[in-house]
């Protein structure tokens, strides 16, 4: 079992920065790799952005690539996402998300707010 943390949401006005920081317990030993996940409402989850841990290689959806910036430290089994620049289409709750076999686990989700 995998359990996760979300911190860091709030409200911004458009242009601002926020952190969000999850950070997971449990067999953490298992995790290899973390991601973030939105869902505006009335609308899918959507990947934002994923770390590896082993590799540290990255990815960003298309829509906050140069704005949001995923980061982890593994020995505090956390990952972070810096969001600069922030629009007001960027307003979601926010998931924190990691896949160990068979389960993939969620956060509870923070709420990001911005306002234009």
């Known amino acids: 079992q995998v359990q996760l943390v979300e911190s860091g949401g709030g409200l911004v006005q458009a242009g601002g920065s926020l952190r969000l920081s999850c950070t997971a317990s449990?067999?953490?030993?298992?995790?290899?790799?973390m991601a973030w996940y939105r869902q505006a409402p009335g609308k899918e989850r959507v990947l934002v952005a994923r770390?590896?841990?082993?590799?540290?290689?990255?990815d960003y959806a298309d829509s906050v690539k140069g704005r949001f910036t995923i980061s982890g430290d593994n020995a505090k089994s956390t990952v972070y996402l810096r969001m600069n620049s922030l629009k007001p289409e960027d307003t979601a709750i926010y998931y924190c998300?990691?896949?160990?076999?068979?389960?993939?686990?969620w956060g509870q989700g923070t709420q990001v707010t911005v306002s234009s």
């Open positions: 449990g067999r953490t030993f298992s995790i290899w790799n």
């Open positions: 998300n990691t896949y160990v076999p068979p389960v993939n686990y």
């Open positions: 770390i590896n841990w082993n590799s540290g290689n990255t």
